[in-house]
C-alpha cells in the first residue's frame, strides 16, 4: 500500500551477493501490491532465467533504439553488456498507484535519482567486505579473476553508499526484508544517508 503522499519509485542497489535480490523477492513476496521493474539486458539468459521475468533479454540494436527513443529511465553497461529500465512500465505502474522497486547498480540509481529526484535509493550491504567475499566464493559461479573483478566493484560500490537515503545491513535476511518494508511503508524515518 503505498504511503498516503503517493506511490513511490524505490531503488535498491547493492554489490553482487550483498543478498538484494532475495531481499527485495521477501518483500514482494509480503507486498502484493509492489511492482517490481524488470530491466533490459543485452546479455544472454543464464540457466532457469525467464524472458520478461527476470530480464527482458533484447539484441544490441534493439537496446540502442530504446536507449535513442528515450524508452529507458537509466542505462548503463556492465562487464561489457548493456542494461536499462524500461520508462514506460514503470510509469504506468506508478499512475495504477502502485509502489515500484527497481533493483539497480550504483550508476543505475545515480541517474534514476537525477530524472526523478522524489526517488527513494536504497543500498543494501553486506555485515563486511570480508563477509561478501565469502558468498560470492561459496556461489561457486565466479573464477578467480571474475571473484576478483567483482570484489573490486562492490569496493567502488560501498564507497557510494553515502549517496543513498537508506542503508540496510544485510546480516539476517528477515531482518533486512522488515527493514525494506519499514523504508517502503515510509514509517522508516530518513535521517540521512546512513540510516541503519
Partial sequence: MPGADGPHLFV???PSGAGKGTVVRGVLGQRPDV???????TRPARPGERHGIDYRFVSVPEFRAMRER????ESAEVYGNHYGTPR???DRALAQGRDVICELDVQGAVSVKRARPQAVLVFVEPPSLDDLFLRLRG??????PSLTKRMK??????K???LYDHIV?????????ERLLLILDGTETRKGPHTQ
Fill in 169 to 177: 545491513v544485510n546480516d539476517a535476511i528477515d531482518k533486512a526484508v
Fill in 12 to 14: 535498491v542497489s547493492g
Fill in 70 to 73: 528515450g524508452d529507458l529511465l
Fill in 139 to 144: 556461489r561457486g559461479t565466479e573464477d578467480p
Fill in 160 to 162: 557510494n553508499k553515502g
Fill in 35 to 41: 511492482w517490481l521493474s524488470v530491466s533490459a539486458t
Fill in 153 to 158: 566493484a562492490a569496493y567502488e560500490e560501498v
Fill in 88 to 90: 514506460q512500465p514503470v
